[in-house]
C-alpha cells in the first residue's frame, strides 16, 4: 500500500509546489484563480480525508514516514490524527474562504502575494501533520517566513516596525523552542531504522515521549517550549505584537494569522509541549491557567475601549486563545475536547469576523469605530452575516463557540470554581465590546465616511455564507466535531494522567 | 409514542420556519403576507400545544430525545424535550398570548416600511422559537440555548428602530445584564456537572443524585441559578434592564418583557423545585429579594409619568410577587401568577399601545387624559386590567395575589404586612394611572385631540379576548376556601408540590377581606388624587427620589460602568502601551543603545585595535594561566 | 642546549615587535615589528620541532623530524607575500597622502 500517496502529504505538497508555480504566474487575474483553485483542490482532499479517519483500516492513507537525514536520527514522519485532522481542515477550509472573500482586493505584485499565501498555507499545513520535531520545527519556520515578507511588503502604514516586532518576537520564541528540541532530542533513547541504520538519538514524536527527563529538567525546558508558544498564541504578556500585526497586515494576512496561525501555539501544546512534559504541566499548569485567565480578562477589557476596528478583533482574539490554552491545561476530558472543538470553531468566526471588517475597510477607507455608524441603512445584508458571526463569536447558544466554550468552562469550573468565576466574566466583557462594535458601526445614523457603503457582492456572500453555515451546523449539531477528536483526546489525557 | 408526541417538535420549528421565512424573504414579502406568516405558525403552535397539553394533563410525561448534543465519556447532554404538566401550561401562555400579540402586530406596525415589518415579524418569530425551547428542554444545557435565545430577540426587538441610540443603548444593557444573570446559571449547570455528572432534569432531581450534593452545593447551585433569574426576571439588583427595554415596539413590550420572557426565570425556578426546597438559605434570600424588588419598583411606579415605564415597573414589582411566591415554596401561587399576569399585564401593554397608536406615539401621561371618551374598547378593557392586578375580587389577580400573600402569611405576620403593602402601592399606581390617561380633560395638543380615535379590529379583538381571560383567568385555581378545587394545583402537582402552609380557612377569609378592602381603599384615594389630574409641578423631597428611580443607574453608572471604563483605559494607556510594550521596545531599544556604544570602541585608530588585541591576548593568558 | 634559551629568545622578540606596533606611527616601521613577531613564532617553532623531533628521534624517521620545520618555510613563504602586498599597499598610502603615519589612515571610520 506503500506506493499511494498519503493525505497529509497532499496537504503540505500540493499548496507548496501551487504556491512556487504561482510565482511565475502572469498578470492581476490568473495568479487569484490559480490560489482559488489549489486550496479548492487542498479542501477536496481534507474532505475526502475525513471519510478515512478509522486508523485500523485506512492507517496507509494517513501515516507516512520516509528516510531523511537517518544519521541523526530524523525522518519525513508525517501523520494524521485528530488534532491534525481538525486543524488540517480548518486551514483547507480558511485559505478558499480568504481568497474568495478578499477577492476584490488588489495586490501589487499579485503572483508574489498568492505564492507567498500558499507557502505559508503549506507550512501551517507541515505544521499540523508533522510527527517529527525537527520536521515541526521547519514547518514551523517555513510558516512563519511567508508572513513575514507578506506583512513587510504588503501591509499599512507602519508595516515596518509592526512586521519586525512580529518577526523579532516570534523567531525568540522560535530559538527558545529549537535549544529545547535540541537538549531533549540529545536524551531520547536510540532508534533502529528498518534498513539498519542506526542513531544514537531521534527526533520522532515516539522518541520525544519517551525521552528520559529529570523532573529539574523538565521544569525550564517546559517553559521554552511554553515561551514560544505562548508568544504564538499570544498568551499575557507575551502578546504585544499581535494587535499591531493584525492592525498592519494586509487583512488577508491578518485572516490567516488570527484565523489558523496563532493555532500553531495551542497545537503545540497539545502535540508537543503537554505529552513531552507531563511532569512540568502537573506542577505549572495552576500558574498558566492564572496567567491566562489574567490574559482573557486583561484582553477583553483592552477591547472594550479600542477605537480601532481591527485591533479590538485582535484582542477579543487573544481573550478566545486564552480560554483555550487555560482549557487545555485542565487536563479533563471535558476541557480539552471543548478546546479541541474551539480550535476549529474560533478558527471559522474570527475569519469572518475579519471578512466583515476587510469589506468595510475596503469601501470606507477607515477602521475606526467612531468615524462608522449607519452602516446597517447602507448594507443590510452584511449587517446581517456580521451579528451572526459576531454573536457566534460570543457563544451565543445554538452557535459552534457555545459548545466549545460551555465544555472547557466546565473543564475550567472542575479545577477550581473560582478559575471558572474569573474567566466567565469574560463573556460579559465580550458581550460589552461586540455589542458596542455593533451599535456604533452598524446602527445610527450613516456617518459621513459610511455613506460610500454599499452591500456586498456575490463572492463575498458566497464565502460568508459558508461561515454562517458552519456556525449554524456545528452549533446545533457538534458531536461529529467532538467524534473526530475524541480519540486524540484521550490519546493526550492518557500522556498526562 | 403516542402521535403527538410525533409532532412535538413542530411546536418549537413552526415559528422557526416564520422567522426563516420573514427573515429570508423579507423584501418579496408583501406586509399581509408576512404578518400572516408570522402569526399563523404561533397558532398552528398554539394548536399543537392545546393536544400536549390534553396528553398530559392526567399527569403523563412525555420525554423525547431527538440527538445527542454533547456526549463525552463523562457527560451526555441530549438534544431533548420534556413536555409535562408545567411545561405544556407555559406552551399555552407563549403560544396563546403570542399569538394574539402577534395579530395585534399586524396592525400595530402597520405604518413600518415592508421589509421592516417582515425583519420585526421574523424576531417575533424566532422569539417565540427560542422561549419555546426554553419551556420544553429535558436539561438545563436546552433550557439555556432558549434562555440565551430569547435575550437575544429581546435584544433585537428593542433596538428594532435601531437608528436611534439610545434605543440600541437600551438594547445593549437588556443583553449585558442578561449576561451576567447568564454567567450565574451557567456556573450552577457546571457545578451541577461538577457534583452530578449530568444536566438532564430527571436525572438531576432524582434522589439518587440529589444525594450526591451537599448543602453547600445545594445552597451555592440555587443561589447562582437564582443570579440567573435576576436577569432575566429582573429582580434587584440586575432589573434596571427592563424599564429602558420600553424603547422596543410596544407588543413587544406585552409579550416579552411582561408576559413571557421575565417569567422564564419563575419557570426556571418552578421546574428546579425539587432543588429549591431543599436551600433553605436560598428561598430566603428569594423571599427578601423578591419583596425588596416588589416594594422597589412600585414605589418607582408611582412617580413615573411615562406610559409604558409605569407599566415596566409594575411587571418588576409582579416579578418580585412571584419570587415572594417561590421562595415561601408556594410554587404554584407562583405559577399562577405567571398565568394571570400574563394576561393582565399583556392586555395593560396592548392597551397602552392602543393608547399611544392614537396618540400619534406620544407616552407621556401628563400630555393625555379623557381618553375613554374617545376610545372605550381601549379604556374599558385597560381598566379591566387595573382590576385584575390590583386584586379585586373576582378578577384573576385576586386569586393568585391571594394565593401569595396567604402563603406569606403562613412565613409570618410581618411579611404579610410587607407584602400587603406592596399590594397595596399595585393598586395606587395602577389606578393612578388609568385616571390620569382615561379620565379628566384631555391636555394633548389640538391636532393629538383631532387625531383620537379608537383603534382597528386587530388590536382591540385580542385587547377583548384578554380582558375576558383577566377576569376569568383565575378560575382556573379557585381555593378550597371559596369553595373552589384548585385545577391548576391538581393539574400541576405532579411536578410542582403545593405550598406546605396549609391556614385555617376562617383566617383565609379574614385576609381575603382585608386585602380587598384596602385595595378598594387604596383606589379611591388614587382617584381623590387623580380625578382631575391637571398636571403637577416637578416633585421635590422624595417624591425627586422615586422620579428618578432612587438613582440606581446613576449609581451603577459610578460604580461599574465607570470603574470598568477607567481600568480599561488605564490597562490600555498605562499597562500595555508603557508596560509591556514599553518593556518589550525596552529591549529593543538597549540592544541598539548598546550597540551605539560599543560602536564608538571602532574609532579607527589602528593603534588602539592593537592595543585592545593586545590586552585580550594577555587576558586570555592570564586566564589560561590562573583560573 | 635548553630549550628555555630558546623560549626567552623569542618571547623577547615577539614583546619587542608588540611594544613597536603599540608605540610606533610610521606603518613601515610597524610592518617591520609584526615581521618581528611573526619570526619570534617561527623562531620557537622550529625550536620546539627539533625538541620533540629528538625525543622521539628512536621511533621516528629522519622525514618526520623534518615535518615541522617545512611548515616554518611555508610560513616564510606566505609571509614574504604578505609582505610584498603589504609594501605595495604602504607604498600606494604615500603616493596618495604623503604620509605613512597610521594614525592618518582613518578614513574607513566615517
Known amino acids: 500500500m506503500g506506493s499511494y500517496i498519503t493525505f497529509p502529504e497532499l496537504f503540505i505538497w500540493i499548496p507548496i509546489l501551487a504556491g512556487i508555480i504561482c510565482f511565475f504566474l502572469k498578470g492581476e487575474k490568473s495568479p487569484k484563480i490559480w490560489a482559488i483553485l489549489s486550496s479548492l483542490l487542498v479542501l477536496a482532499a481534507a474532505v475526502t480525508s475525513l471519510f478515512y479517519t478509522d486508523d485500523t483500516k485506512y492507517a496507509t492513507y494517513n501515516n507516512v514516514n520516509y528516510y531523511w537525514m537517518k544519521e541523526i536520527g530524523n525522518s519525513f514522519f508525517v501523520g494524521l490524527d485528530g488534532t491534525g485532522r481538525i486543524l488540517g481542515l480548518l486551514t483547507a477550509i480558511a485559505f478558499p474562504v480568504i481568497f474568495i472573500s478578499t477577492q476584490k482586493n488588489t495586490y501589487k505584485n499579485t503572483s508574489a502575494f498568492y505564492g507567498l499565501m500558499l507557502l505559508t498555507q503549506g507550512g501551517l499545513m507541515g505544521v499540523f501533520v508533522a510527527m517529527d520535531a525537527l520536521l515541526f520545527y521547519f514547518f514551523w519556520e517555513l510558516a512563519l517566513i511567508p508572513v513575514y515578507f507578506l506583512c513587510s511588503k504588503w501591509g499599512g502604514e507602519k508595516r515596518i516596525q509592526a512586521t519586525f516586532k512580529f518577526f523579532v518576537y516570534t523567531f525568540a520564541g522560535s530559538l527558545l523552542m529549537l535549544i529545547g528540541i535540541i537538549y531533549v532530542y540529545q536524551h531520547t533513547p536510540q532508534r533502529i531504522f528498518e534498513d539498519g541504520t542506526v542513531s544514537a538519538h531521534s527526533f520522532a514524536l515516539n522518541s520525544f515521549l519517551n525521552a528520559s527527563l529529570t523532573m529539574e529538567e523538565q521544569n525550564w525546558l517546559f517553559w521554552l517550549f511554553f515561551v514560544a508558544f505562548a508568544i504564538k498564541m499570544p498568551v499575557f504578556p507575551f502578546h504585544t505584537w499581535q494587535p499591531d500585526t493584525y492592525d498592519q497586515s494586509p487583512t488577508s494576512v491578518t485572516m490567516v494569522l488570527s484565523g489558523v496561525m496563532v493555532k500553531m501555539g495551542l497545537f503545540g501544546v497539545i502535540r508537543w509541549l503537554i505529552p513531552v512534559f507531563p511532569g512540568a504541566t502537573l506542577q505549572f499548569d495552576s500558574l498558566v491557567i492564572i496567567l491566562c485567565i489574567i490574559g482573557i480578562i486583561y484582553a477583553s477589557c483592552l477591547a472594550i475601549v479600542q477605537d480601532n476596528i481591527k485591533k479590538l478583533v485582535a484582542y477579543s482574539s487573544i481573550a478566545h486563545i486564552g480560554l483555550m490554552c487555560a482549557a487545555l491545561f485542565t487536563t479533563n476530558e471535558m476541557g480539552v475536547q471543548g478546546a479541541m472543538i474551539q480550535l476549529f470553531s474560533h478558527g471559522i468566526n474570527i475569519i469572518g469576523m475579519w471578512v466583515v471588517v476587510d469589506i468595510l475597510e475596503r469601501q470606507t477607507g477607515v477602521k475606526n469605530i467612531s468615524q462608522l455608524g449607519g452602516v446597517a441603512q447602507k448594507a443590510p445584508v452584511l449587517t446581517i452575516f456580521l451579528v451572526i458571526i459576531a454573536l457566534a463569536n460570543i457563544a451565543l447558544p445554538l452557535t459552534n463557540a457555545f459548545v466549545g466554550e460551555f465544555l472547557m468552562f466546565s473543564g475550567l469550573f472542575q479545577v477550581n470554581t473560582w478559575y471558572a468565576i474569573a474567566a466567565g466574566i469574560s463573556i460579559i466583557l465580550a458581550a460589552v465590546y461586540t455589542l458596542r462594535m455593533i451599535q456604533k458601526v452598524f446602527y445610527g445614523d450613516v456617518s459621513p465616511a459610511a455613506e460610500v457603503v454599499t452591500d456586498i457582492s456575490f463572492s463575498e456572500k458566497a464565502a460568508l455564507f459558508v461561515i454562517v453555515v458552519l456556525v449554524f451546523v456545528l452549533g446545533v449539531m457538534p458531536q461529529p466535531l467532538i467524534e473526530l477528536t475524541k480519540k486524540a483526546v484521550n490519546t493526550f489525557l492518557a500522556t498526562v494522567n | ?627 | 642546549m635548553d630549550i628555555k634559551a630558546y623560549i626567552f629568545l623569542s618571547l623577547t622578540l615577539f614583546t619587542i615587535g608588540i611594544i613597536g606596533v603599540l608605540v610606533r606611527r610610521n606603518a613601515i616601521l610597524v610592518f617591520m615589528c609584526i615581521e618581528l613577531m611573526l619570526n619570534a613564532v617561527n623562531l620557537l617553532l622550529v625550536a620546539f620541532s627539533k625538541m620533540h623531533a629528538a625525543s622521539t628521534a628512536a621511533k621516528a624517521s629522519a622525514s618526520y623530524a623534518a615535518d615541522a620545520q617545512i611548515f616554518v618555510f611555508f610560513i616564510m613563504v606566505v609571509a614574504a607575500a604578505e609582505v610584498s602586498v603589504g609594501l605595495a599597499i604602504i607604498v600606494m598610502l604615500y603616493r596618495n597622502t604623503h604620509s605613512v603615519d597610521i594614525n592618518f589612515l582613518n578614513r574607513l571610520k566615517n
Not at chain 2, 8 to 29: C, D, E, H, S
Open chain 2, 1 to 627: 409514542m403516542s402521535n403527538i408526541a410525533k409532532l412535538v417538535w413542530l411546536i418549537p420549528v413552526l415559528p422557526l420556519i416564520g422567522f426563516l421565512v420573514n427573515g429570508l424573504f423579507r423584501k418579496n414579502l408583501s406586509k399581509g403576507l408576512s404578518g400572516f406568516i408570522g402569526s399563523s405558525v404561533v397558532l398552528a403552535s398554539f394548536v399543537l400545544s392545546v393536544l400536549v397539553f390534553m396528553q398530559v394533563k392526567n399527569g403523563e410525561v412525555l420525554n423525547i430525545h431527538y440527538f445527542d448534543f454533547i456526549r463525552l465519556s463523562v457527560l451526555n447532554i441530549g438534544f431533548e424535550f420534556k413536555l409535562d404538566a408545567l411545561s405544556a401550561l407555559f406552551l399555552l401562555i407563549i403560544t396563546g398570548v403570542g399569538f394574539l400579540i402577534h395579530v395585534y402586530s399586524t396592525a400595530y406596525m402597520h405604518d413600518e416600511p415592508g421589509k421592516d415589518f417582515a425583519r420585526y415579524f421574523s424576531f417575533l418569530n424566532l422569539f417565540v422559537f427560542s422561549m419555546l425551547l426554553l419551556v420544553m428542554g429535558g436539561n438545563f444545557v436546552i433550557l439555556f440555548i432558549g434562555w440565551e435565545g430569547v435575550g437575544l430577540c429581546s435584544y433585537l426587538l428593542i433596538g428594532y428602530w435601531f437608528k436611534r441610540e439610545d434605543y440600541t443603548d437600551a438594547a445593549n444593557k437588556a443583553f449585558i445584564m442578561n449576561r451576567i444573570g447568564d454567567l450565574g446559571f451557567l456556573l450552577a449547570v457546571f457545578w451541577l456537572i461538577a457534583k452530578v455528572g449530568s444536566v438532564n432534569f430527571d436525572e438531576v432531581f432524582s434522589a439518587a443524585s440529589l444525594a450526591k450534593l451537599s448543602a453547600t452545593d445545594i445552597t451555592g447551585i440555587t443561589l447562582l441559578l437564582f443570579v440567573g433569574a435576576t436577569g432575566k426576571s429582573a429582580q434587584i439588583p440586575l432589573y434596571t434592564w427592563l424599564p429602558d427595554a420600553m424603547a422596543g415596539p410596544t407588543p413587544v413590550s406585552a409579550l416579552i418583557h411582561a408576559a413571557t420572557m421575565v417569567t422564564a426565570g419563575i419557570y426556571m425556578i418552578a421546574r428546579s423545585n425539587a432543588l429549591f426546597s431543599l436551600a433553605e438559605f436560598t428561598q430566603t434570600v428569594i423571599t427578601i429579594v423578591g419583596l425588596a424588588t416588589a416594594l422597589l419598583a412600585a414605589s418607582i411606579a408611582i412617580k413615573q409619568n411615562d406610559i409604558k415605564k409605569v407599566l415596566a415597573y409594575s411587571t418588576v414589582s409582579q416579578l418580585g410577587f412571584m419570587f415572594i411566591a417561590l421562595g415561601t415554596g408556594n410554587y404554584v401561587a407562583a405559577v399562577f401568577h405567571v398565568l394571570t399576569h400574563a394576561f393582565f399585564k399583556a392586555l395593560m401593554f396592548l392597551g397602552s399601545g392602543s393608547v399611544i397608536h392614537a396618540m400619534g406615539g406620544e407616552q407621556d401621561i401628563r400630555n393625555m387624559g379623557g381618553l375613554h371618551k374617545h376610545m372605550k374598547i381601549t379604556s374599558i378593557t385597560f381598566l379591566i386590567g387595573c382590576l385584575a392586578i390590583s386584586g379585586i375580587p373576582g378578577f384573576s389577580g385576586f386569586f393568585s395575589k391571594d394565593e401569595i400573600l396567604a402563603g406569606a402569611y403562613g412565613h409570618g405576620p410581618l411579611l404579610y404586612a410587607v407584602v400587603l403593602f406592596a399590594a397595596l402601592l399595585t393598586a395606587f399606581y395602577m389606578f393612578r394611572l388609568y385616571f390620569i390617561t382615561f379620565t379628566g380633560k384631555f391636555r394633548g395638543t389640538h391636532e393629538q385631540e383631532h387625531h383620537l380615535h379608537e383603534s382597528p379590529a386587530a388590536m382591540t379583538i385580542p385587547l377583548v379576548i384578554l380582558a375576558v381571560l383577566s377576569v376569568i383567568g383565575g378560575l382556573v385555581g379557585v381555593p378550597e376556601a371559596l369553595g373552589g378545587n384548585h385545577m391548576l394545583a391538581r393539574f400541576l402537582s405532579p411536578v410542582v408540590p403545593s405550598a406546605g402552609h396549609h391556614i385555617e380557612h376562617s383566617t383565609e377569609y379574614l385576609l381575603m377581606g382585608l386585602s380587598s378592602v384596602l385595595v378598594i381603599a387604596s383606589i379611591l384615594f388614587a382617584w381623590s388624587r387623580f380625578k382631575n389630574y391637571t398636571g403637577e409641578g416637578d416633585a421635590g423631597g422624595f417624591g425627586k427620589l422615586l422620579q428618578n428611580k432612587w438613582y440606581v443607574d446613576e449609581l451603577y453608572q459610578a460604580t461599574i460602568v465607570n470603574p470598568l471604563r477607567s481600568i480599561s483605559g488605564f490597562f490600555d494607556r498605562i499597562i500595555e502601551k508603557k508596560g509591556i510594550d514599553g518593556f518589550v521596545n525596552g529591549i529593543g531599544k538597549a540592544v541598539s543603545y548598546g550597540s551605539r556604544q560599543m560602536r564608538l570602541v571602532q574609532n579607527g585608530q589602528v593603534g588602539v585595535y592593537v592595543l585592545l588585541m593586545v590586552i585580550g591576548m594577555l587576558v586570555l593568558f592570564i586566564i589560561q594561566l590562573f583560573v
